[in-house]
């Protein structure tokens, strides 16, 4: 009598992380620099957090969500923090100014539109940076990512309740900052 493979649902559960990790990259990658206002470092936090999301591929796929966003999460902070440290004593503590990002979009046909939408796009993240890092954080997970309050206070470590402040806050200042932009 044979018996089935001992994970036989390996390389399934497998395909579908690797779905959902090409499915969550170009967000993630937006966030992580938003963050870290560096492209290469959002790129090294986003591969960071993937390949640690491998070693929780056996996970149900209703955890990956918070989880990846936990870990990138982390990941950014653990890279805010190294620059800080060497910022503090190898210059005078300025933030670097971060390279240009290409947020060209080539599955849209009309490049008048491509172009509004970058533009659009640049304001937010603009003034997205502006805003302090918890707001930022509320923000980006509860309306760019749509995760919900739960699982949002989950992923930043905090309560329910701090989410719904951080996120109000930042929905005041960003209202402000992007009135004249419509």
Same mark, same amino acid.
């Given at each position: 009598m044979d018996s089935p493979a001992p994970n036989a649902s390996a390389p399934a559960a497998a395909a579908s992380l690797e779905q959902?990790?090409?499915?969550?990259? *170009?967000?993630?990658? +937006?966030?992580a620099e938003l963050g870290l206002r560096h492209r290469e470092d959002a790129l090294d936090?986003? $591969?960071?957090?993937?390949?640690?999301?491998?070693?929780?591929?056996?996970?149900?796929?209703?955890e990956w969500t918070p989880l990846f966003w936990s870990v990138l999460r982390s990941r950014i902070i653990d890279l805010q923090r190294r620059r800080t440290f060497r910022l503090k004593w190898m210059t005078d503590s300025r933030e670097p100014n971060g390279e240009e990002i290409d947020w060209a979009d080539e599955s849209?046909?009309?490049?008048?539109? *491509?172009?509004?939408? +970058?533009?659009?796009?640049?304001?937010?993240?603009?003034?997205?940076?502006?805003?302090?890092?918890? $707001?930022?954080?509320?923000?980006?997970?509860?309306?760019?990512?749509?995760?919900?309050?739960?699982?949002?206070a989950k992923v930043m470590g905090c309560s329910e309740g701090s989410v719904k402040t951080h996120l109000f806050r930042a929905r005041e200042a960003l209202q402000k900052q992007l009135e004249d932009f419509r």
């Open positions: 959902f990790l090409a499915g969550v990259s *170009a967000r993630a990658f +937006r966030f936090a986003v $591969q960071d957090a993937m390949a640690k999301m491998l070693g929780y591929r056996d996970r149900p796929a209703s849209t046909p009309d490049p008048a539109r *491509a172009h509004d939408g +970058r533009e659009a796009w640049g304001r937010l993240a603009t003034a997205l940076r502006g805003l302090p890092e918890r $707001q930022r954080e509320a923000f980006s997970l509860r309306v760019l990512e749509e995760l919900d309050v739960e699982a949002t």
